[in-house]
Structures are given as structure tokens and as C-alpha cells.
């Protein structure tokens, strides 16, 4: 069988089935689209429990809750941070070196209170909801209001990111800004306090250099999110292997049938000659011609059922058509074997095949598809 046999077969096969392949390869990509939002949520619900275990002080935290905390921190840390900075300059000319007790103090509950009534916006939500889903604060998370040291400069920002808009985390930065201004913060009272700039929504941190400031990042590391992105490698993914599983698994069930239907389902051998023809396309005459040249040679015909127009023809115009071969006929110096896709069995062709070659003729095989 020639490579090219070959290929056109295969195709032939897969335009033959491609509904079936296409309804496989769908039900794939399904299944792979749902078993990785399966496991998505199973990532995120491990996070948030770990998250829970973790810390001791979110430990009776429910799931639920969690879950909860976890979409209000998606939506607060998706807005615009509101920020102003400072230096603070003592007696002796030396600079406050210490950023991260600022905002300790200032979400102190009776501190917090007073800037909540100032502002006019509910911060201890935001705040739970980061305790709840386990990010405390520390060295490496200073949560949504942040005091930030430039090792550089010395200047201080104050970063606010509490809010469910822009608007709300200026009105909270201004609320802290007057805080400060009206000397309430009493570690801060032996400083002199250089304004650098005054509140406003923006971001002016260089959020590489301080990643100890909440972003949408920090949430996508606790309980990462299959984007529409992912989504859509994964259906690519899942179709593709659905197409090349489903076209196995209708190749190697075809091989089960007793029809001949595709040139793979039976063999001949290099001496051989073999065609295929569309029996829908049938040139009776010409197809004639192939098969009787050389002119003068005794033949065989053969076909396991000769109720088709197109053996019928050959049979009646040009060559009769047995439907085995007998060891009384004369010995003949070509068989020519003709196969019907999906009538023609594997059995019958097989023993035809294997009694043409105990004759030293040559065979020809016709494949109507």
C-alpha cells in the first residue's frame, strides 16, 4: 500500500466521521474546560483554608466567610490607591527612619474610629477581610493603609487602598492627612513634618521596588483565578485532543467491522495492482479498458455480491463476475478482485486473496468507495 493510499484513506475516513469527531473532540474540550475549573476551585479553597489554618487569629473563620473577604479585597484592591508623603525631621537634624509603626498606629481600634467618622467610609471590613484570608501584616505585607520609607530619600508615603472607590480612599487619606497635621500621632511629636505632597488618587509608589503594597497580584498568589485567557487555552487544548482521541477511538472500533470499507481494512501485495474509484462517478468504459489491457490474457473476475449497477455492467458488456473462485475454471493469468466499501466482507476477500495467489497469475484489485 503506497503512502499516498494511505493518506487519502485517512482523510477519507475523517470526512466520513467528522461529525462524530467533532461531537467527540466538543465533549472533550468540556470536560477539560470543567476539570480546570474544578481544580481552580480547589487551589482557592485549599488557599483560603491554609489561609485560615495559618493564622490563629482567623482560625474561626468559615469558608464561607473567607470566600466573602476574598471578592470584597478583589474589588478594594482593584482601584486607584490615594497617597500623600512626608518627611519628618527632629532637633537633631536626624530623619524618622521608622515607616511601618505609623500605620500600625493608625488602624488602632479607637485611632481607626476616629478617622472612619472623618472620612465618612467603613475601613474595618477591608481590614477583617485581609486578617480573614490570612494576610496579616508584616515586613512583607503592610496591608491597605501602608506607610512606605524611601531608603533614599527618607520621604514617607502613605498609602491608602481600603475603599470600593478611588473617591473613597482620597476621602480616608485626607481624613489620616488632617490626623497627622493636628499633631495626634504622639511618636511623630518630636518631628517636624515636611509635606512633599498632599493627598490625591494616584499611584506614584514604584509598586516593583515595594511589593509589601496590596494589588490585585497579591490575591492572584493567595487563590489564583482561571482568566478568559486560560479559559480559551484550555478549550484549544481540550478540542485538539478531543479531535485526535475521538478519531482513534472511531479508527480502532472501525477495525472490529466485518466490511471492508477503507484500503487499510485489507491487504495486497507490492506486485499487485490496486485502485480505488468513486463508485459515484463510475466511467464503465474507461474502468473496461484497465482491466483488460493486456488484451489477449485469460481472466477472473470476482465480487462477493453482483447486484450492483456497476458490476452488472462490467458483467453483462465486458466481463462476466464470479463470486469465488473455483478450482474447476481454467487457470487464468489475471484476478481481478472488485470490493464494495460497507458490503464487501474481510472474510470473503481475504480467501479470494489467498486463492489467487496459489496461481501464478497477477491480481488486480477495484475498491468502489
Same mark, same amino acid.
Given at each position: 500500500m503506497s503512502l499516498l493510499t494511505i493518506i487519502a484513506e485517512l482523510w477519507r475516513f475523517i470526512k466520513d466521521n467528522i461529525l462524530k469527531i467533532l461531537i467527540g473532540a466538543v465533549v472533550v474540550m468540556v470536560l477539560t474546560i470543567g476539570a480546570r475549573v474544578l481544580l481552580t476551585n480547589y487551589i482557592e479553597n485549599s488557599a483560603m483554608e491554609t489561609a485560615t489554618t495559618e493564622t490563629g487569629a482567623n482560625a474561626d473563620v468559615k469558608p464561607e466567610e473567607i470566600e466573602a473577604s476574598y471578592k470584597h479585597l478583589m474589588e478594594v484592591y482593584d482601584q486607584e490607591p490615594a497617597e500623600f508623603s512626608f518627611v519628618g525631621i527632629n532637633d537633631e537634624g536626624l530623619t524618622l527612619a521608622n515607616s511601618f509603626i505609623i500605620d500600625e498606629f493608625l488602624i488602632r481600634p479607637?485611632?481607626?474610629?476616629?478617622?472612619?467618622?472623618?472620612?465618612?467610609?467603613?475601613?474595618?471590613?477591608?481590614?477583617?477581610?485581609?486578617?480573614?484570608?490570612?494576610?496579616?501584616?508584616?515586613?512583607?505585607?503592610?496591608?491597605?493603609i501602608a506607610s512606605v520609607r524611601n531608603s533614599s530619600t527618607e520621604e514617607i508615603t502613605i498609602r491608602v487602598l481600603v475603599g470600593q472607590t478611588p473617591e473613597e480612599n482620597l476621602a480616608v487619606a485626607e481624613a489620616i492627612y488632617e490626623y497627622i497635621q493636628e499633631d495626634k500621632v504622639p511618636f511623630l511629636s518630636n518631628y517636624d513634618l515636611v509635606i512633599l505632597s498632599e493627598p490625591d488618587i494616584g499611584e506614584d509608589l514604584i509598586l516593583e521596588e515595594n511589593p509589601m503594597v496590596p494589588t490585585s497580584n497579591v490575591l492572584a498568589e493567595l487563590a489564583p483565578q482561571g482568566s478568559n485567557s486560560q479559559l480559551i487555552f484550555y478549550a484549544v487544548i481540550g478540542l485538539i485532543l478531543g479531535f485526535i482521541l475521538s478519531t482513534v477511538i472511531l479508527f480502532i472500533t472501525h477495525f472490529f467491522s466485518n466490511k471492508i470499507v477503507y484500503a487499510y481494512d485489507y491487504n495486497w501485495d507490492l506486485e499487485d495492482? @490496486?485502485?480505488?474509484? #468513486?463508485?459515484?462517478?463510475?466511467?464503465?468504459?474507461?474502468?473496461?479498458?484497465?482491466?483488460i489491457i493486456p488484451k489477449e490474457k485469460r481472466r477472473i473476475a470476482l465480487a462477493q455480491y453482483t447486484d450492483s449497477t456497476i458490476i452488472q455492467d462490467l458483467s453483462t458488456k465486458y466481463l462476466p463476475v464470479a463470486t469465488q473462485l473455483n478450482g474447476a475454471d481454467d487457470t487464468p493469468e489475471?484476478?481481478?478482485?472488485?470490493?464494495? #466499501?460497507?458490503?464487501?466482507?474481510?472474510?470473503?476477500?481475504?480467501? @479470494?486473496?489467498?486463492?489467487?495467489?496459489?496461481?501464478? #497469475?497477477?491480481?488486480k484489485i477495484i475498491h468502489f468507495k
Open positions: 479607637d485611632v481607626l474610629a476616629e478617622i472612619e467618622q472623618a472620612s465618612g467610609v467603613d475601613i474595618a471590613p477591608t481590614l477583617e477581610a485581609e486578617s480573614n484570608v490570612g494576610l496579616q501584616k508584616s515586613k512583607d505585607f503592610r496591608g491597605g495492482y @490496486q485502485t480505488i474509484v #468513486s463508485a459515484d462517478n463510475v466511467n464503465i468504459e474507461a474502468l473496461n479498458n484497465w482491466l489475471e484476478i481481478i478482485i472488485f470490493i464494495e #466499501s460497507g458490503k464487501t466482507d474481510k472474510e470473503w476477500y481475504q480467501a @479470494q486473496f489467498d486463492l489467487s495467489k496459489l496461481y501464478e #497469475s497477477r491480481v
